[in-house]
C-alpha cells in the first residue's frame, strides 16, 4: 500500500476537494450564526484593531472568561482585510480544516508507516458529522485553530526523530505554546507525546528532559485557564453530594463521546442536561463500571498489539479538560466540537479494521472497496446535510427544538430573541417555554423583561430587570434598560444615578462602553452638553468603531457651534467606520460651509462602498446643481428616486434643475409628485403657478 507515497499530492488534492465539496453550503451562509457569533466576532472590540496596544491588550486580558489571544488575533485579521464579511471567517474555517486534515495524513503516516492507514484517518477526519460543528460555526474557530498548531507540535516532534537537530524539536515547543494560546484545551499536549512515544517504543526516562519544557508550558497554561475562570464570585464550596454526582457525570460523558463516534446521527450544538433533579437515572450510575471495564480491556490488549490501548488512551486524553471534571462555559455537559482532536484515536483503529479486511480476505477485495466508499458516502453525505443546517439560524434552531422538543430551553431561548423583531407573540411564547423548561436564569429573566418592554409593560419589565443578580454582562444591559424605561416615565435623576453607580461598579466588561453611551444620551436629552460630552467621548475610548457614538458627539458639537470639533469627530467616524450616515452627514456639513468639493470627494468614496447609499445621490444632486452642472445633478436625483420612491424632497430637487434647463414641463410632473409624496413648503405652490405661466 505504500506505493500510495508516490500519489500522496493527488491524495491531498482529493482530501482537500472532499471538505472543500461537503462545506460549500456554509460559505454561501450571508450572516453570523446565533451562538456566540455575535459575542465573539460582530461586538468584540479587541477585533477592530491591530495596533500595538490593542495586541498587548489582547494577550493581558481574557474575553467572557475564555483566554484565546491567538484566535481574537485571526479575527482582527479578518477584520482588517475584510470588516465583517461572514464570507471570509467562513473560507477561513474551511482553510484550516484543509490543513489540520492534512496534518493527520503526515502525523499517521509516520506513526503507522502507511500511506493506506494515513488516507483512511485523515479521510475520516475530513468528513466525520461530529466535525461540522467546528467548520461551519465561526466562533469555533478556537478549536480549529488550536490543533492545527496542535497538530503542527505533533508531526515537528515526530521529525526530531529522524533529523536530530534541535530546529524540530523547538518548532515543536513553539507550536505548542501557539497551541496553548488559542485554546487552554491544548495543555493534554505533552500526555499525548508520552503516548506517541510509547506507541513507538521510546523509551520515557530517556526522553524526560524532552517532556519537561512541554509540562511546563502545560501547567503554566492549566493555572490561567483556570484562574481567569473561577473568579472570586466563582470559588464556592461545593457539598459532597454534588462532588460525587460529578465524577458520575463524568464517567458518563466519556460513554456519550464514545457512543457518538460509532453513531454521529441527531447530532446537535446544545445537547440538554442529561437528567433534571437530585437522584441520577440508572445509566448515569452504572457508567463507572462500563469506563473502567473499557480500560481494563485496552489493557489487556497490551499482551497482543498496542493498537487499541493507544486509541483508547489518545481519545481519553485529548477530551479529559473538558470532560466535566472542571466547570465549563457551555450550558451543555458535552458537544460534539470537543471531539476534533480527540475522536483521532478511533480513526486509527478503524483505518486498521478496514486495513485488516482488505488484506486478509483476497477474494473480496472489490465488496471492500464498494464498502470502503459507501461508508465514507455516507458520512459524507450525512456532514453535508449537517452543513446545510448551519446556513439558516431559524432552520437549525427548530432542528434543535426537533430533536429535544422538551428539554432544549436554550435553543426556545435563542429562537424566541429572533422573532423579537418579527412575531413578539411567538417570541413571547418561546421564551415561556424556555423558562418552563429550565425555570428562572438571568438570560430568562431578561428576555422576559425585554419583550414586556417592547409590548410597554414597563411595570412588569422593570421587575424582571431587578430579578438579575448576577455581576455580569446581561446584568449591566439590564439595569441600562431598567434606568432607559424610568427616564422615559419621567424618573431623569434617578435613571441618570443609577448609571453613574453602574459604571463606577464595574472596572471592564466589553458591554461598558454602551452604559456610557446611554448616559451621555441622557445627558443630551437634558441639555447637559459638557457631561453628555464627557461620557461619550468615554465611549468612544471603549468603542471606536460604533457610529451612533460619532453621530451623537457631532450633534452636541452642532449644538455649541462648535464647527472644528465637528469636521473633526465626522472625518475620525468615517475613518473608524466607512458607515454610509456619517459619510452623508459629513457631505450635508461640507455642502452647508460651502465647501462642496470636499463634499463630492466624500460623496464619491460612500458611493464606491455603499452604491445603494440614495441620500449620498441626494446631497451629489445638490453638489452638482450647485455648481450649475445641472445633467449631472438631474441624473444624481434620478437615481436617488429609483432608489427610493418616497421622499418628495427628492422630486422638488429633480424639479428645481429642470426649470434651471427650462424643461417646465418636466418641472411641472415632478413638483405635483412632490406634493403627492407630502413634501410641501411655502414657496412650491408659487413655483408650480409660476410653471403654469410658461
Not at 290 to 303: D, G, T
Not at 604 to 618: F, V
Amino acid at each position: 500500500m505504500n506505493i500510495l507515497k508516490k500519489y500522496q499530492i493527488f491524495l491531498l488534492i482529493f482530501l482537500a476537494y472532499i471538505v472543500v465539496f461537503i462545506y460549500y453550503p456554509v460559505i454561501k451562509n450571508p450572516s453570523f450564526f446565533c451562538l456566540d457569533d455575535q459575542i465573539m466576532v460582530v461586538e468584540n472590540q479587541y477585533i477592530t484593531s491591530l495596533s500595538w496596544d490593542n495586541v498587548l491588550n489582547i494577550f493581558s486580558k481574557a474575553y467572557y472568561k475564555l483566554y484565546h489571544p491567538l484566535v481574537t488575533i485571526s479575527f482582527a485579521i479578518e477584520y482588517y482585510f475584510f470588516k465583517l464579511d461572514p464570507y471570509i471567517y467562513h473560507i477561513t474555517n474551511i482553510l484550516l480544516h484543509i490543513l489540520n486534515t492534512f496534518f493527520v495524513f503526515f502525523i499517521f503516516a509516520k506513526l503507522t508507516k502507511s500511506y493506506f492507514k494515513s488516507f483512511v484517518i485523515s479521510l475520516f477526519f475530513a468528513v466525520y458529522p461530529t466535525n461540522v460543528e467546528v467548520v461551519a460555526w465561526i466562533s469555533a474557530r478556537k478549536d480549529l485553530l488550536y490543533s492545527f498548531f496542535f497538530l503542527a507540535s505533533i508531526l515537528f516532534y515526530l521529525k526530531s526523530f529522524d533529523n536530530r537537530k534541535n530546529i524540530f524539536y523547538f518548532l515543536s515547543l513553539l507550536f505548542f505554546l501557539a497551541a496553548c494560546f488559542s485554546k487552554t484545551m491544548a495543555v493534554t499536549l505533552p500526555a499525548i507525546i508520552i503516548l506517541i512515544d510509547f506507541f513507538c517504543e521510546k523509551k520515557f526516562l530517556e526522553n524526560l528532559k524532552k517532556y519537561l519544557p512541554f509540562f511546563i508550558i502545560s501547567v503554566l497554561f492549566s493555572i490561567i485557564a483556570v484562574s481567569v475562570y473561577y473568579t472570586g464570585t466563582d470559588k464556592i464550596t461545593i457539598p459532597l453530594f454534588e462532588k460525587i454526582l460529578k465524577v458520575l457525570n463524568v464517567h458518563y460523558n466519556l460513554l456519550f463521546y464514545i457512543y457518538k463516534v460509532f453513531f454521529p446521527f441527531n447530532l446537535s450544538a446544545m445537547y440538554p442536561k442529561f437528567y433534571s433533579g437530585c437522584m441520577p437515572p440508572w445509566y448515569i450510575l452504572y457508567s463507572p463500571c462500563l469506563v473502567y471495564l473499557l480500560f481494563l480491556f485496552s489493557l489487556l490488549s497490551l499482551k497482543f498489539n498496542k493498537k487499541i490501548f493507544f486509541a483508547i488512551m489518545f481519545f481519553t486524553i485529548a477530551i479529559l479538560p473538558i470532560i466535566g471534571f472542571f466547570k465549563n462555559l457551555s450550558t451543555s455537559d458535552v458537544a460534539c466540537r470537543y471531539c476534533y482532536i480527540a475522536y483521532l484515536g478511533f480513526f486509527y483503529v478503524f483505518s486498521e479494521i478496514l486495513y485488516f479486511i482488505y488484506k486478509k480476505f483476497d477474494g473480496l477485495k472489490i465488496l471492500s472497496v464498494i464498502l470502503f466508499v459507501s461508508l465514507f458516502g455516507s458520512l459524507g453525505f450525512f456532514s453535508y446535510k449537517r452543513a446545510f443546517l448551519w446556513t439558516d439560524n431559524l432552520k437549525f434552531l427548530n432542528n434543535e427544538i426537533t430533536l429535544f422538543p422538551d428539554t432544549n430551553y436554550l435553543a426556545y431561548l435563542i429562537r424566541g430573541s429572533f422573532y423579537l423583531d418579527k412575531n413578539i407573540e411567538q417570541a413571547e411564547k418561546d421564551t415561556i417555554k424556555s423558562y418552563k423548561i429550565f425555570g428562572p436564569e438571568d438570560n430568562i429573566n431578561f428576555q422576559i423583561a425585554l419583550i414586556q418592554q417592547r409590548k410597554k409593560e414597563f411595570g412588569l419589565a422593570k421587575y424582571n430587570y431587578s430579578l438579575i443578580q448576577t455581576f455580569n454582562a446581561i446584568y449591566m444591559q439590564a439595569v441600562m434598560n431598567k434606568a432607559d424605561i424610568m427616564f422615559n416615565e419621567g424618573s431623569k435623576k434617578e435613571a441618570i444615578n443609577m448609571l453613574e453607580n453602574l459604571k463606577n461598579t464595574y472596572k471592564f466588561f466589553p458591554i461598558k462602553s454602551n452604559v456610557y453611551f446611554v448616559l451621555g444620551k441622557m445627558y443630551k436629552y437634558c441639555n447637559n452638553n459638557d457631561k453628555a460630552l464627557e461620557n461619550l467621548q468615554q465611549s468612544l475610548k471603549l468603542n471606536k468603531f460604533d457610529k451612533n457614538i460619532y453621530i451623537n458627539i457631532a450633534e452636541i458639537y452642532e449644538r455649541n457651534k462648535d464647527t472644528d470639533n465637528l469636521e473633526k469627530i465626522l472625518l475620525e467616524g468615517l475613518k473608524n467606520t466607512e458607515d454610509k450616515d456619517i459619510c452623508n452627514l459629513l457631505s450635508s456639513f461640507y455642502c452647508e460651509t460651502g465647501n462642496f468639493d470636499k463634499a463630492y470627494d466624500i460623496l464619491i468614496k460612500s458611493l464606491q462602498i455603499y452604491p445603494d447609499n440614495y441620500l449620498a445621490y441626494y446631497f451629489l444632486g445638490n453638489v452638482y446643481g450647485l455648481k450649475q452642472e445641472y445633467k449631472k445633478a438631474l441624473s444624481c436625483f434620478t437615481m436617488a428616486i429609483l432608489l427610493t420612491n418616497n421622499n418628495g424632497a427628492y422630486f422638488y430637487a429633480r424639479a428645481a434643475t429642470f426649470m434651471n434647463i427650462g424643461n417646465y414641463e418636466a418641472a411641472k410632473k415632478d413638483m405635483e409628485k412632490s406634493l403627492k409624496k407630502g413634501f410641501n413648503i411655502d414657496s412650491l405652490k408659487y413655483d408650480i403657478e409660476k410653471i403654469k405661466n410658461k
